[in-house]
């Protein structure tokens, strides 16, 4: 389809685990974000890629999450030794450039348990 | 700080009445306004956007106005129907470069057929 791609559409994993979530953005579109939003809440964000590279990751909670990107493709968030309030689902949207309207796939819902 | 306050956190209406969204913002220098909709188990969907070079802009039956003055912009859904009941939220750019949203806490909004 055209639309942002995530995958796993649900994960559940246990404590002190690695996961890795992915997203395939719409095809032309550089710039690529990541929010998470627990559950009844609003989006937070975490990291935005400009291409494969990354000039905001002023909202990675921990060191325990990083991501890349390759080229103007897919992107994978990491989360090392998962803790239980890391369960939320983590959306991805993508931008045909910075500060035109993003567009979000469905999200990882992930469970930590 | 980055903020952005939605109101209400609920909203009930009849079939064929009008729902206002509001909300509010903390960063004068804020440029771009999306609206967003989110049915159970999806992605945020944009349904309107706004920039702050103009005051209003319409789309059927759905509206946004900005007063960059009192800083704040509103949704208006006009003549609801039962598959406009969804979480709407309402999103900020702010004055950085990056593009990242600041998003509301949301407004569940149920229209009774």
């Known amino acids: 389809g055209a639309g942002v791609s995530q995958s796993p559409s649900n994960k559940v994993t246990e404590k002190g685990k690695d996961v890795e979530l992915r997203c395939d953005p719409i095809?032309?579109?550089?710039?690529l974000y990541w929010y998470r939003q627990r559950l009844g809440q609003g989006l937070e964000f975490l990291i935005y890629f400009q291409g494969n590279s990354a000039p905001d990751k002023s909202g990675l909670p921990s060191d325990r999450f990083s991501a890349e990107r390759t080229g103007e493709s897919v992107s994978t968030l990491t989360i090392q030794r998962t803790q239980q309030e890391d369960s939320a689902v983590y959306l991805c949207?993508?931008?045909?450039?910075?500060?035109?309207?993003?567009?979000f796939g469905d999200g990882t819902r992930l469970s930590i348990l | 700080g980055e903020n952005v306050e939605q109101h209400p956190s609920t909203l009930s209406v009849q079939e064929g009445d009008s729902a206002v969204i509001k909300c509010t913002y903390s960063d004068s220098a804020s440029n771009y306004f999306p609206w967003y909709k989110q049915e159970l188990g999806k992605g945020p969907q944009l349904i309107i956007d706004i920039r702050s070079n103009v005051g209003e802009k319409k789309d059927q039956r759905i509206a946004v106005t900005l007063n960059k003055t009192a800083k704040h912009f509103s949704l208006h859904i006009t003549e609801t129907q039962p598959e406009d009941s969804a979480v709407y939220f309402c999103a900020a750019i702010l004055s950085s470069n990056t593009g990242k949203l600041i998003f509301g806490q949301g407004t569940t909004l149920q229209v009774k057929p």
């Open positions: 095809s032309g579109h550089t710039a």
């Open positions: 949207a993508s931008s045909f450039s910075e500060r035109a309207p993003q567009h």
